[in-house]
């Protein structure tokens, strides 16, 4: 079985462009979670869908935004890129929503993003 | 706000021994705890999910636990090998969905062949 599967899994991008992120869970998995990974820093919560629905926001700008389409895969797009949006930009899903209970999150691999 | 600390920040041992990674949190009312392992440059591997009504768990070489009222866990590796070096993350899970795991900034782990 294929795991979470994140493309791409690097890019580079100047101040002020627009990136796109992809992400396709395990297979049987409804939900998708968005987390940023500064660079010696621990995961931080972007955003949680199921069913297609958004279901949780971390503390992030308006900039960033997400969907999950009808086959469970999720797209995470960036605009006016900052430097500080370089990071390690990582996918989780789950059978269920949240984070509670026996919920496991499994990761992908990630798609590295640069700003210059 | 839920936080989590890990200590130490960086940890270097000879390969054989037993060794223990602490986490602390702040908020009691958690509703799981789990420990990752991240590789250089690559994703999270979950290795251990304690869910809050349980004490421990353990896997192989790895033992977990969780003391929710004194908001502590530790990950216990036992019999370390060079190939247990990387960073470990605790991540809990304390607002049901709408707030997604909360990390630490874990533990780098060295083991010295």
């Known amino acids: 079985d294929a795991g979470v599967t994140q493309s791409p899994t690097h890019l580079i991008k100047t101040r002020g462009q627009h990136v796109t992120l992809r992400c396709s869970p395990i297979?049987?998995?409804?939900?998708v979670s968005w987390y940023q990974q500064v660079l010696g820093q621990g995961p931080q919560f972007i955003f949680q869908?199921?069913?297609?629905?958004?279901?949780g926001r971390g503390n992030f700008p308006d900039r960033f935004s997400a969907r999950q389409f009808p086959n469970y895969s999720s797209e995470l797009n960036v605009n006016a890129l900052l430097l500080g949006d370089s990071a390690l930009y990582l996918c989780?899903?789950?059978?269920?929503?949240?984070?509670?209970?026996?919920?496991?999150?499994?990761f992908g691999a990630g798609s590295r993003l640069t700003v210059l | 706000k839920q936080e989590v600390t890990q200590i130490p920040a960086a940890l270097s041992v000879p390969e054989g021994e037993n060794l223990v990674l602490n986490c602390s949190f702040t908020?009691?009312?958690?509703?799981?705890l789990q420990w990752f392992r991240q590789d250089p440059g690559k994703g999270l591997t979950s290795l251990l999910l304690?869910?809050?009504?349980?004490r421990e768990q353990t896997s192989g070489r790895l033992n977990a636990s969780l003391d929710k009222s004194s908001g502590r866990s530790t990950l216990y590796i036992a019999a370390s090998q060079p190939g247990d070096s990387a960073t470990y993350l605790c991540a809990v899970g304390s607002g049901g969905g709408a707030d997604g795991l909360t990390f630490g900034k874990g533990t780098h782990l060295i083991i010295q062949p």
């Open positions: 908020d009691s009312a958690i509703y799981n």
């Open positions: 304690i869910q809050s009504s349980q």
């Open positions: 297979s049987g998995h409804k939900s």
């Open positions: 869908y199921y069913e297609k629905e958004e279901r």
């Open positions: 989780a899903s789950s059978l269920l929503a949240g984070t509670s209970g026996a919920n496991v999150l499994t």
